[in-house]
């Protein structure tokens, strides 16, 4: 009985993070379309991605086997790489909040509308295929911490 409990409670909290970061992420989108500079939806999305990699990182020390499903159904296994992709988007989103709060935007230049024009959907799809990508990469061989093979203690 007390393990049924203790699975229905799980489920409860597992239905209750997945809401919230869905609402979340939505949440951030609006404020980042709406609000002034977008610094709400900035510090929003940073929030979001520092509980991802705190979540992420544990997970991995763990050696729990859990696939991430972050940019739809992907069944590839949680690894650092989704560790460096949030550290990276997490870097970005904090150079924006900076730029959001330093105030004084720069005129808007046609070469910079651009660049922007067709790097942000590149850069989109980088973040979106991180899996893809991985494993495209990823040679099999497994991974081990510590020393180098082959090289002097």
Not at 7 to 36: D, M
Not at 64 to 75: E, H, L, N, W, Y
């Amino acid at each position: 009985m007390a393990a049924c409990t203790a699975r229905n409670a799980a489920a409860r909290l597992s239905r209750l993070v997945a809401v919230t970061v869905v609402v979340g992420e939505c949440a951030a989108v609006v404020l980042l379309a709406l609000g002034p500079g977008g610094a709400p939806g900035l510090v929003l999305t940073l929030l979001l991605l520092a509980a991802f990699i705190t979540g992420i990182v544990p997970t991995l020390r763990s050696g729990t086997k859990a696939s991430c499903a972050c940019f739809g159904a992907s069944t590839a296994p949680i690894g650092r790489r989704h560790v460096v992709r949030n550290t990276v988007l997490l870097a970005l989103a904090a150079f924006g909040l900076a730029a959001a709060l330093a105030g004084t935007p720069a005129p808007t230049q046609p070469a910079g509308v651009l660049i922007a024009a067709f790097g942000a959907p590149v850069g989109a799809l980088l973040v979106i295929f991180t899996d893809e990508l991985g494993t495209l990469f990823d040679d099999g061989a497994p991974r081990t911490s510590g020393r180098v093979r082959g090289s002097a203690p």
